[in-house]
């Protein structure tokens, strides 16, 4: 079993954010291991076919949080973003980006940092000086029973 999440700190550095898998190692224990670090956010929302029969994502819900699927939904495909920052700020340089991506929404307002209470479905606007990249990807499932 793994478990994936973003540690404000990574091993190497602090506060330089850092993606961490938690996985169970044959015993009732974990082990946290750092994968990369620079990941500030990761968002996972899955695609789903809301009838079970077509194999197509028509809608896609959060992967974490009270969404409910559907009676006979099936889930047929993945949506992961990953927010990815420099490890050490840029003199002279000001991120004034807002990023909307997954659950966060400028409709819903913006936070200026990830950690703060509330800051979950809201736009980010970090405002800053380091640098940034929005990477996302959509993965089919194959193994979906209407396909």
Partial sequence: MHSYYVDRDS???VGVPALHQWSLNGTPNF???????GIEDLQVQFGIDP???????????????????PLGAQIVAVRIWLLV?????????????????????LANGTVADLNTAGAAGKAYAPADGFRRVLVSRTIMLRNALGT
Avoid: C, K, M, W
Avoid at 31 to 37: K, R
Avoid at 89 to 101: A, P, R
């Fill in 11 to 13: 091993t190497q550095q």
């Fill in 51 to 69: 009838t079970g029969n077509s194999g197509s994502a028509t809608q896609y819900v959060d992967a974490f949080g009270p969404a409910v699927l």
């Fill in 85 to 105: 920052r420099s490890d050490v700020l840029e003199v002279g340089f000001t991120d004034n980006s807002t990023y909307q991506y997954g659950n966060r929404a």
């Fill in 31 to 37: 082990v946290d291991n750092e994968i990369i670090s």
